[in-house]
């Protein structure tokens, strides 16, 4: 028997997988994280990433791809590409504009279209840092629980309605993205328009989709403001 062997050989290529299709994902560099089969992590580019596949091959497929070797703090930072070569522009993030003491960010296409917006909000009343929320054509505002829920989300964990959104979100968590057990230290916040939960993330490292109608590309923005 030999011992030591490495066991991440032989494996099926990475896939690009469509990005409208994402339901869970995470801005990462980790291409193949450790698994039954696997000792130790596999880096790739770092891009917007899915999980995919089972067991011991799950790997995070990337679905949108940053500009490659492009430094962050250009421009190129906050777009993203629909191929590792950078050719075909997926969105592109505005610089901001003031809006009575918020900032709107402007998401755009490739083509240039306007596709949402996200409005950092200023800090609310005894706060210390700022809420966030998303704008999309035809559609209401996208508001997170920092702002809606009383007491916020320690006191939804502490009544127990907090567990439906650590539960929503461990599949996120589970891609490894920042780092081994730091899931279980994050804040959790759901976003909800108009009494419908939209949307639940991992602080804002990790995000779970659970509106179909919510354009990926806006969740994407936000990611990229926040990463």
Not at 85 to 101: I, K, M, Q, S, T
Not at 171 to 179: H, I, K, L, N
Not at 201 to 224: E, G, N, P, T
Request: glycine share 8%.
């Amino acid at each position: 028997m030999v011992f030591g062997r490495n066991k991440d050989v032989d494996e099926p290529a990475v896939p690009v997988v469509p990005w409208a299709d994402a339901w869970e994902f995470a801005i990462t560099d980790e291409e193949r994280p450790i698994t039954e089969q696997r000792r130790h992590v596999v880096l790739g580019a770092r891009a917007v990433r899915v999980p995919h596949g089972r067991a011991a091959l799950k790997v995070n497929a990337p679905c949108a791809f940053f500009a490659p070797q492009s430094p962050q703090d250009s421009t190129e930072a906050l777009r993203l590409y629909e191929d590792a070569e950078g050719r075909n522009l997926l969105c592109a993030v505005d610089d901001p504009v003031d809006a009575n003491g918020a900032r709107d960010y402007t998401v755009r296409d490739g083509q240039g279209h306007v596709v949402g917006t996200v409005r950092r909000m200023p800090p609310l009343k005894h706060a210390l840092k700022p809420t966030w929320r998303f704008r999309q054509p035809g559609r209401p505002e996208i508001v997170s629980s920092a702002e809606w829920a009383k007491g916020g989300v320690t006191e939804m964990v502490q009544k127990g309605a907090g567990k439906l959104l650590l539960g929503a979100v461990q599949a996120v968590a589970d891609m490894g993205a920042e780092g081994g057990d730091q899931a279980a230290r994050s804040r959790v916040v759901e976003w909800r328009a108009d009494g419908e939960t939209v949307m639940t993330s991992d602080a804002h490292r990790r995000f779970l989709i659970r509106a179909a109608w919510l354009d990926r590309r806006v969740a994407f923005a936000y990611a990229m403001l926040r990463a």
